[in-house]
């Protein structure tokens, strides 16, 4: 932690004028309390440390970032652009950051999203020419992590319809591969999620039951499990982000299915929206905030409710707005960059000077045109 604060503040006070993107606000990424003393109830002792440990880092990583950045708009123009309005103001109004800004993640110009959707084949992905004539398509996307949730699809991939299929787009981040591990753990949750290679036998003893014995007469039980979903459970590996949006283009349905875990925006749910995608995703508070940008354009269901997320699947989409255009896009998103990049007081042309475009103005109302593509935001915290 003291070498990443030492960087920021080297390039901070290095650059003339400095704008920092905040695709996550650290000190409200924190464990709960009901989690740490479920660790120590189960003593887990040095879970439960660990855990306190990793909340403090992160505290003091974000207050010495805010910090320096008060510290520096003092004395040179100092921009911050968040993905939600709650954040704006958090940093504005308590951190006492003077100039934030805030828009969505965007990442698919309209036009290039349209070229997408129209190129898009199934020929394109080998395992999606083995499923049947007329298979209803369910993707997941994203690395392979415990926050993703992805558990949620496989549970509720058992209430709906034989002709349902859940595609997998995505693998293990490479900084999470270890060195001689058999299985990723999460990947070996998801399988056990879909009783895969699992005998009933197995599945009781991974679900605690101990103390079985099992005669020669019990042929049922190492048998392979009568809920085994391989053949509608997919993994279809790691693409690239144009792979990605083909795949979703294809999809009857994008599911989004993560825990809250204090994060400000996600790729998928934007690349989802942006390629024109049903997308029905859990109840976090990063995907409540991304709503306000794109009202009714998100379908919800409550953190892990497996069965609500079936019912919507299987209830088909809700009427389509007649204006499917997004407010907040990639040109939006240029403008927004543009104007931060710029010298105080003036503006690009089509759009208001600083003083007459306030921070927590709708980005929709600073539109210029033509821009095509956004920049791709700089990550610097």
Same mark, same amino acid.
């Given at each position: 932690?003291?070498?990443?604060?030492?960087?920021?503040?080297?390039?901070?006070?290095?650059?003339?004028?400095?704008?920092?993107?905040?695709?996550?606000?650290?000190?409200q990424v924190s464990t709960?309390?009901?989690?740490?003393?479920?660790?120590?109830?189960?003593?887990?002792?040095?879970?439960?440390?660990?855990?306190?440990?990793?909340?403090? !880092?992160?505290?003091?990583? @974000?207050?010495?970032?805010?910090?320096?950045?008060?510290?520096?708009?003092?004395?040179?123009?100092?921009?911050?652009? $968040?993905?939600?309005?709650?954040? +704006?103001?958090?940093?504005?109004? /308590?951190?006492?950051?003077?100039?934030?800004?805030?828009?969505?993640?965007?990442?698919?110009?309209? #036009?290039?999203?349209?070229?997408?959707?129209? %190129?898009?084949?199934q020929e394109a992905f080998?395992?999606?020419?083995?499923?049947?004539?007329?298979?209803?398509?369910?993707?997941?996307?994203?690395?392979?992590? &415990?926050?993703?949730?992805?558990?949620?699809?496989?549970?509720?991939?058992?209430?709906?319809?034989?002709?349902?299929?859940?595609?997998?787009?995505?693998?293990?981040? &490479?900084?999470?591969?270890?060195?001689?591990?058999?299985?990723?753990?999460?990947?070996?949750?998801?399988?056990?999620?879909?009783?895969?290679?699992?005998?009933?036998l197995q599945a009781l003893?991974?679900?605690? #039951? $101990?103390?079985?014995?099992?005669?020669?007469?019990?042929?049922?039980?190492? #048998? %392979?499990?009568?809920?085994?979903?391989?053949?509608?459970?997919?993994?279809?590996?790691?693409?690239?982000?144009?792979?990605? +949006?083909?795949?979703?283009?294809?999809?009857?349905?994008?599911?989004?299915?993560?825990?809250?875990?204090?994060?400000?925006?996600?790729?998928?749910?934007?690349?989802?929206?942006?390629?024109?995608? *049903? /997308?029905?995703?859990? *109840?976090?508070?990063?995907?409540?905030?991304?709503?306000?940008?794109?009202?009714?354009?998100?379908?919800?269901?409550?953190?892990?409710?497996?069965?609500?997320?079936? !019912?919507?699947?299987?209830?088909?989409?809700?009427?389509?707005?007649?204006?499917?255009?997004?407010?907040?896009?990639?040109?939006?998103?240029?403008?927004?960059?543009?104007?931060?990049?710029?010298?105080?007081?003036? %503006?690009?042309?089509?759009? @208001?000077?600083?003083?007459?475009?306030?921070?927590? +103005? %709708? &980005?929709?109302?600073? !539109?210029?045109?033509?821009?095509?593509?956004?920049?791709?935001?700089? /990550?610097?915290?």
């Amino acid at each position: 932690m003291p070498q990443i604060l030492r960087r920021f503040r080297w390039l901070v006070r290095a650059a003339p004028a400095v704008s920092v993107t905040f695709h996550t606000i650290l000190d409200q990424v924190s464990t709960s309390s009901g989690q740490v003393w479920r660790q120590l109830l189960r003593l887990n002792l040095v879970g439960a440390a660990m855990a306190v440990a990793d909340d403090a !880092r992160s505290a003091m990583l @974000a207050h010495g970032i805010y910090r320096e950045l008060r510290r520096q708009q003092s004395r040179k123009p100092v921009r911050i652009i $968040t993905h939600t309005k709650r954040d +704006m103001r958090l940093l504005r109004d /308590v951190h006492r950051l003077a100039e934030v800004h805030h828009h969505p993640l965007s990442f698919v110009a309209p #036009a290039q999203a349209t070229a997408i959707r129209e %190129a898009a084949t199934q020929e394109a992905f080998p395992i999606l020419k083995l499923l049947p004539p007329g298979a209803k398509l369910i993707g997941t996307f994203g690395f392979l992590s &415990p926050y993703k949730g992805f558990e949620t699809a496989v549970e509720a991939l058992r209430y709906l319809p034989e002709d349902h299929h859940l595609l997998v787009f995505g693998g293990i981040h &490479p900084q999470a591969i270890a060195r001689g591990q058999p299985r990723d753990a999460y990947i070996s949750k998801l399988l056990e999620q879909g009783h895969i290679g699992q005998s009933p036998l197995q599945a009781l003893r991974a679900a605690g #039951a $101990t103390n079985l014995t099992v005669d020669g007469s019990a042929h049922e039980l190492l #048998a %392979a499990h009568p809920q085994d979903l391989h053949h509608r459970l997919h993994f279809m590996g790691v693409l690239d982000d144009t792979q990605f +949006m083909s795949a979703m283009a294809l999809c009857d349905s994008v599911v989004v299915p993560y825990l809250e875990v204090g994060q400000s925006s996600s790729g998928p749910i934007a690349m989802a929206l942006e390629m024109g995608c *049903r /997308v029905i995703a859990s *109840r976090t508070r990063a995907f409540l905030q991304y709503a306000r940008y794109h009202p009714d354009r998100i379908e919800f269901f409550d953190i892990g409710n497996f069965a609500e997320l079936a !019912r919507r699947i299987e209830a088909g989409p809700p009427p389509a707005p007649a204006d499917r255009r997004l407010t907040h896009d990639t040109t939006s998103n240029a403008a927004l960059y543009l104007k931060v990049s710029l010298p105080a007081g003036m %503006a690009p042309p089509g759009m @208001a000077p600083p003083d007459q475009a306030p921070s927590d +103005m %709708a &980005p929709s109302a600073q !539109r210029v045109e033509p821009a095509e593509a956004a920049p791709r935001q700089p /990550v610097v915290a």
